[in-house]
């Protein structure tokens, strides 16, 4: 399909984009930095092998240091878990908004209000 006859330029550019069901929008940015994953990872590494050295050396029976092992351990998972299930459904919320977008994108290109009914 062609642009409308009536759009000129930038808009017919568009237009066009839209008609073969392309969307004009960018894919949203990370709001999250390079340094900050960095720095998220180093930080969850050191406070990990801390927590992993103090059982290890802690002046205690063997089973209550395999108990607090296990105990890190599964905060740990769970902490996995959680971030997991946040970012996922956080992912389902701006396909469907982008969804969405691509409707309303295509509704508008195949507008004419010059046309006669």
Same mark, same amino acid.
């Given at each position: *399909?062609?642009?409308?006859?009536? %759009?000129?330029? #930038?808009? !017919? ?8 069901? *392309?969307?004009?929008? /960018?894919?949203p !940015?990370s ?20 927590v ?8 205690? $029976? /063997?089973?209550?240091?395999a ?5 890190? %351990? ?8 959680? !971030? @997991?299930?946040?970012? $996922? #459904? ?7 908004? #982008?969804v $969405?977008?691509?409707?309303? $994108? @295509? ?5 004419? /209000?010059?046309?006669?009914?």
């Amino acid at each position: *399909m062609t642009a409308r006859p009536y %759009l000129h330029g #930038r808009a !017919a550019t568009r237009a066009a984009a839209r008609l073969r069901g *392309m969307t004009t929008n /960018p894919p949203p !940015a990370s709001p999250t930095t390079a340094a900050f994953h960095v720095q998220a990872i180093l930080s969850f590494a050191v406070a990990l092998c801390a927590v992993t050295v103090a059982v290890i050396y802690l002046p205690a $029976d /063997p089973w209550v240091r395999a108990f607090l092992a296990l105990g890190v %351990l599964y905060v740990t998972t769970s902490a996995f878990t959680l !971030a @997991k299930t946040i970012r $996922d #459904r956080q992912e389902i919320t701006t396909v469907v908004t #982008r969804v $969405d977008q691509a409707r309303v $994108d @295509k509704l508008l290109a195949e507008h004419d /209000p010059y046309a006669i009914r």
